[in-house]
């Protein structure tokens, strides 16, 4: 998580990770409080597969992205909203 949070950071991304020892859930209900637009969600399985799932505020899910699919998504947003 440090990893990809320094990555994404690289690349002028907020990021925020959540390093409380609540469940996922308790996280996520907290993120879904603060309206937080996306979730990164690295897991066990995650790790194994060096893979990230990632969670819309809306709470649909993506999951099996790489890094490289992160960026791609988040500058696409990124320059939506410049518009």
Do not use: C, Y
Not at 17 to 41: C, G, H
Not at 43 to 65: A, C, S, W, Y
Request: hydrophobic share 35%; no cysteine.
């Amino acid at each position: 998580a440090k990893k990809i949070t320094k990555t994404l950071q690289e690349l002028n991304l907020r990021t925020v990770i959540d390093t409380r020892s609540e469940p996922l859930s308790a996280k996520i209900k907290t993120a879904q409080i603060e309206k937080t637009p996306w979730m990164l969600v690295v897991g066990q399985k995650e790790m194994d597969n060096n893979t990230i799932t990632l969670r819309h505020v809306t709470g649909k899910q993506e999951f099996g992205l790489t890094i490289e699919e992160i960026i791609n998504k988040a500058q696409q947003a990124n320059s939506i909203k410049q518009i």
